[in-house]
């Protein structure tokens, strides 16, 4: 008789179809799941996130149960509960003595370091397997990086990704006739279009006692965990992308870009968590899109877009994560320096814009891309904030966020930290970018209007001190030659005003 396999199940895993489970033989096996507090503490994830996970946790390991798989799950609030991932996989080895373990490769640097260590840790050989939820193995984004010959470009992954998969494509060419309906996809969103409203998933017993376990537990960490209604059930969030498909995907590429006070949703999906911790296949999402494309519900722009997020951004982002590390984290080829301000922290300043998107995002965990982005990302880049600290921040905010997927859209997608090996050049824009997409400048006590003196937007002030101090790293970037033309043109007195306002500016944080 074959002897005990433990399966080592992390909480961003939770897929029946994970490589880890594949060979199962439940008659024989024990799945191994646990909270630990390294894993929720080794940056002060919002409360709203550990709360997502444990819950999600604790029902994939019920329905394994219910299906007959015996699980050893560890919970945080037992009497000795283990620390670390390695302490809790060492103490399931000691109890249940299998011939060896069976784990899916982790989705963070860190952690693929430590289990490299396992097999003679617990002297039990470990099995790392590699994650197949993803649609390009490591193998292959490192073959086309190879043949890309330095302009390791989004667009030209995608292209190759839609090719492999057959997503909207008709007869070897795109739908539609082109790629990219990108263009379609940057409207602002008119006063008499509502948002629809959305479907909500009140806690249950199991999430309730997570709930308490978090609030006692990370009192001190950033973030709001009142208000918790997101599904945590891979039934719930197959019922969550049913609605994001029928409701919010027809107009989710026209409205994309936009954002409104007091709708941190808009049309966008809300699916990145489910997606990142297994409850959704990214597969699933890209064919209930394309079919909703198909049957005439949703319109090209708006499932081209929605796809491309998935099969490409998304799996491009992971390629580089592991193509690059370990010396991505330290990229800071723009030298940024600056802390982060205080306001990060509570959302209190005197910038709308960034009052509301940080607002939001430590009230719900969640902002949607833009925000992200030409926001919060923007002024990042602008102010030279220090990517260290900025990762940091990113990876603890989002509940959708490892740092796979929170890195490379940091270092290189928002403080362009990697001298523009992911972005072709900065996300840089002044504040009448928010204005033409947002509500936000309407109730600023800032002008946007204004680019100089007391009531001058900062974006106005940070954007141009931005360009003239970096002209040595972008001034070369062909797509950088339209504002160092303008910047050539403006009167030498005029920049230097710019330039003393955007350093007072800096020196209030
Ligand atoms: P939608 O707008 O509905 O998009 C659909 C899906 O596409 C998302 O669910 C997500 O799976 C995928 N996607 C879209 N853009 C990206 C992208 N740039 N990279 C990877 N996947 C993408 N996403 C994360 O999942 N985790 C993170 O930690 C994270 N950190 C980010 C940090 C910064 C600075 C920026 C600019 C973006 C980050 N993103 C991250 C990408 C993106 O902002 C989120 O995936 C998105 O906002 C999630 O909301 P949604 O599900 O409503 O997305
Ligand atoms: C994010 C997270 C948290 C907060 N807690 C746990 C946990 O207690 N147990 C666990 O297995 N996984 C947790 N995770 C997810 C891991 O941090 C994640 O698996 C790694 O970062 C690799 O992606
Ligand atoms: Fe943001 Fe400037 Fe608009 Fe105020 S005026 S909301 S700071 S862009």
Redesign the pocket.
Known sequence: MASKVLRFVLGDQLSRSVSSLADIDVARDVVVMAEVAEEATYVRHHPKKIAFLFSAMRHFAQGLRDDGIRVDYQELDSERPARSLTEALARAVATHRPERVVVTEPGEWRLREVMRDWGEELGCPVEVREDDRFLCDHESFRAWAGRGRGTLRMEYFYREMRRRTGFLMRGGEPEGGQWNFDHDNRAPLPKTVKPPKRPTFPPDATTRTVLSLVSKRFADHPGRLEGFEHPVTRADALAYLDW?VEHALPS?GTY?DAMRTGEP?LF??????L??CGLLD?RE?CRRAEDAYHSGHAPLNAAEG?IR??IG??E???GIYWLKMPDYADENRLGATRPLPGFFWDGRTRMNCLAQAIGETLDNA????I???MV??NFCLLAGLAPKE?QEW??LV?H???EW??M???VG??LYADGGLLASKPYAASGAYIDRMSDYCADCSYSVKAKTGPDACPFNLLYWDFVARHRKELAGNQRMRMPYATLDRMDPDRIATIRAEAKAFLRSL
């Open positions: 994001f989710f994309q949703l966008h999906s809300h699916l990145s968590a997606i990142n990214p999402c929605f997020q998935i951004w998304r491009y982002v992971r969640y902002a949607h891309h925000q992200r982005l919060i990302g900025v990113y990876l989002y959708d966020a490892y997927v929170e490379p859209n940091v997608m928002i």
